[in-house]
């Protein structure tokens, strides 16, 4: 094998968004106490590390991506105590927490920017970036990710502050040795308490381009990936903090960041970079993705997908990581997004699931996807509570979008969409809270849901964890090349994984139709893992997906 093995690339990462797992005490709102009952389930389904995302205190503009105290529980998800309650009985079944790490911005209610906007010579004032205006306009032409403009104006010391999300998510200042410091500081705290790493929010856009002249670009993607990402000094501050902190720990870190393309990837996780483990590939959630960014939706298809998979393999070669997902709190769940979520929705999920697990990379597994969950469709823009999607309701229906073509794309791409709680048994609100959750529960519950699937032999569930404990027993899957086959067949995304121990054939048909497939001696090959009831042979049914295993003496290597 050439690339170096390491604990965190066997192993396959679970995503918990909090507010959305399970509610413990009927308030709505999911918990930690929620998910100390469910460590068994997750324990049980055989994933090792679990993202956390954030539960620190927050006045929740972006759902606890707006931090005002890194050393708190917020008291909507319980108290410190139970925190370390979930993090022991997390190492006491082998499995591992990662926290995510927020720090490209604050919330502008904590202490630092309460301080910061107050005057110009506040000691504070330089942990955020301040600039004066032009004309009566802001410092300049960008655009925050949620819409409108990234400058906000504060009457009191006359100055705009930068905020490349939410206005109360103002941007921290990373020129400033102190708010480097202190971002150490608490990653230090976490890491004391026995946390085995952390996934970084937008890492990639944390250093500015500090001429902050215009952005003139075709679309929002381009603005992101040469203006607000990637400046040369975030490998600075990235190395520094290895340096500082990382370094000491055997822990693992997962970089998210818009902008990040394969072409850059290395510098982030490359072996002798001294920054990251991992990052996680985007580029494949971004094919959709017009201009305007999220709800300027583009059709794109699988060869597109394959691509991406492709050049990102071909980027890290065996010298850096990735983090492989399909899903997340950002984006439409995997099987309404890429599979067929009505007529095929068992089918899809599941082959879905063995490309996911047998990409080279390590997994992430979004919650829900081991049921199937699908994306929710709301009637009324009343069900939506993202920032995202009420500020782009906002700005399309003012220039004359209808309120249902809204709702529409809003339904394919909005991220409450996918963030509706987990749908645990049939009762009412899936079992998920014994009060009015923050955001509807979708009603297919009565049929998706984890009683079901724990019952039922051939679930999804069950289709997991099979895979997952294959590819925990065959490191090929893990470390092993990687080719593709058939790269220009629009539904059929056929590959090979080996090494000089074994080697596979993925094959997978990503339609509602049969499609024939050729691989010479097929026939002698032996299929471990398949979501049809198999006889082997080469015609794929819709959604079919098939693992082989390829016996010893009908290897090639090249
Ligand atoms: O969804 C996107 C844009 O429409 C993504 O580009 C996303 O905003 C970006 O990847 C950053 O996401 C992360 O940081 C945000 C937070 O809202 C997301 O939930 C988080 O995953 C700001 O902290
Ligand atoms: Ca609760």
Known sequence: MSVKRTWWKEQVIYQIYPRSFNDSNGDGVGDIPGIIEKLDYLKNLGVDIIWLSPVYESPNDDNGYDISNYYKIHPEFGTMTEFDEMLDGLHQRGMKLIMDLVVNHSSDEHKWFEESRKSKDNVYRDFYIWKKGKNGEPPNNWKSFFGGSAWEYEEETGEYYLHLFSKKQPDLNWENPKVRQEVYDNMRFWLEKGVDGFRMDVISLISKRLEFADANFKSFGECVEKMYSNDPRVHEYINEMYETVLKDYDITTVGEGPGISSKVGLDYVGADREELSMIFHLDHMHLDEGPRGRFDILPYDLIDVKRVFKEWYDAMGDAGWVSIFLDNHDYARLVSRFGNDTTYRVESAKMLAILLLTMRGTPCIYQGSEMGMTNVKFDTMDDFRDLETLNFHQEFTNEGMSETD??????????????????????????????????????????????????????????????????????????????EVLSDHEQLFIYRRWDDQEQYYVVLNFSDEPHEFQIENISAYQLVIGNYKNESDSRLRPWEGRLYQIPINQRFIT
């Open 406 to 483: 809204f709702i529409e794309k809003a339904n394919k791409v909005g991220r409450d969409n996918a963030r509706t709680p987990m749908q645990w048994n049939e009762n009412d609100q899936a079992g998920f809270t014994t009060g009015e959750p923050w955001i509807k529960v979708n009603p297919n519950y009565s049929f998706i849901n984890a009683k079901a699937v724990l019952d039922a032999p051939n679930s999804i569930y069950y289709f997991y964890k099979k895979l997952l404990a294959f590819r925990k027993d065959n490191l090929t899957l893990v470390y092993g090349q990687y080719e």
